[in-house]
Nanobody, 117 residues
């Protein structure tokens, strides 16, 4: 049973920073492509950033230069460092793990990020 557990969300003022973590248990983490998605109220879930099993990152345009995705295969963890946060970054952030042998990815339960003064 593969489980993804996110942490690190919270309330932060505009311009502040947060670091999200997602720990994966139960499978071969190093083979997964990993991603962070977010869903704001009334909006569809969208990709924020992903990182391949070989460590290549990719970002949506709205977070380029502000967010950094990274992974630690020894700790089976993927991170999302979020700097210069804006109110429009407010959303529930979800971790996603895509094994190469499976069509559907695994999802975490989500962590709330609120950017407000």
């Amino acid at each position: 049973q593969v489980q993804l557990v996110e942490s690190g969300g919270g309330l932060v003022q505009p311009g502040g920073s947060l670091r999200l973590s997602c720990v994966v248990s139960g499978s071969i983490f190093r083979m997964y492509d990993m991603g962070w998605y977010r869903q704001a109220p009334g909006k569809q879930r969208e990709l924020v950033a992903n990182i391949s099993s070989s460590g290549n990152p990719n970002y949506t345009d709205s977070v380029k230069g502000r967010f950094t995705i990274s992974r630690d295969n020894a700790k089976m963890t993927v991170y999302l460092q979020m700097n210069s946060l804006k109110p429009e970054d407010t959303a529930v952030y979800y971790c996603n793990a895509q094994p190469p042998w499976k069509r559907q990815p695994y999802w975490g339960q989500g962590t709330q990020v609120t950017v407000s003064s």
